[in-house]
């Protein structure tokens, strides 16, 4: 059984730094995708960044591009989400998802992915 457990939210002020991480176990990180997802208080879930662990690949939102940067030791079983110059958009629970069907896909309906519980980042003066 795959699970996923994130770490790392908390509440900072604007233009402060935070780094979540992604921790898989049952699986190995080998031949997945495993993405970072946000959802605010009444807002649509938001797929922030990504990375294709076979050549490590990635892709961000535009909204978090220059800011934020994912990474992965495969050797940890666990991707990290480095985040810079945070602002109050930034707000909302994060969570990570590990897909074998890649980074385009991975949100693309259920089963697609498995889903950890979420981190909440909180970014207020």
């Known amino acids: 059984q795959v699970q996923l457990v994130e770490s790392g939210g908390a509440s900072v002020q604007p233009g402060e730094s935070l780094r979540l991480s992604c921790e898989a176990s049952?699986?190995?990180?080998?031949?997945?995708?495993i993405g970072w997802f946000r959802q605010a208080p009444g807002k649509e879930r938001e797929k922030v960044s990504c990375i294709r662990i076979l050549d490590m690949a990635t892709i961000y939102s535009d909204s978090v591009k220059g800011r934020f940067a994912i990474s992965a030791d495969v050797a940890e079983n666990t991707v990290y989400l480095q985040m810079n110059s945070l602002k109050s958009d930034d707000t909302g629970v994060y969570y990570c998802?590990?897909?074998?069907?890649?980074?385009?896909?991975?949100?693309?309906?259920?089963?697609?992915?498995?889903w950890g519980q979420g981190t909440q980042v909180t970014v207020s003066s």
């Open positions: 998802a590990a897909s074998p069907f890649g980074c385009p896909a991975m949100d693309r309906g259920p089963g697609a992915a498995y």
């Open positions: 049952g699986t190995t990180l080998g031949r997945l995708a």
